[in-house]
């Protein structure tokens, strides 16, 4: 009869390999490395700054970082005040959307019924 140590190895010959193997991002931001991208959280904050580091999880670095103020009549209504904040590590689960800065355009909306 096989020891304990035994029977695992059988059952699982490669169980260094599936602990040492770790999740790959499915997004990959290694292009906007050094690049200005914008960044919209959970809860509906919004900042913008250089792409210095990141990790599986999303966690973010972002230098020269910039956040949208909210009108604060309108809490979903973006003003064109923004707050300096500098170099800032974003938590991964709060990051909802990651867009480069060059290219962006803002467009009006399509489905709400024009004036």
Do not use: H, W
Request: aromatic fraction near 6%.
């Amino acid at each position: 009869m096989a020891s304990g140590g035994e029977k695992r190895e059988k059952n699982n010959p490669s169980g260094d390999q599936k602990e040492k193997k770790r999740k790959e991002s499915i997004l990959d931001l290694s292009k906007y490395l050094e690049k200005t991208i914008r960044v919209k959280f959970a809860g509906g904050r919004e900042a913008s700054g250089i792409l210095k580091g990141y990790d599986p999880l999303l966690n973010l670095v972002l230098d020269n970082t910039s956040e949208y103020l909210r009108d604060p009549d309108d809490p979903y209504k973006l003003t064109d005040d923004t707050r300096e904040l500098g170099l800032v590590v974003c938590r991964g689960t709060s990051v909802v959307l990651i867009c480069p800065m060059d290219g962006m355009e803002s467009i009006q909306n399509p489905f709400i019924a024009q004036d």
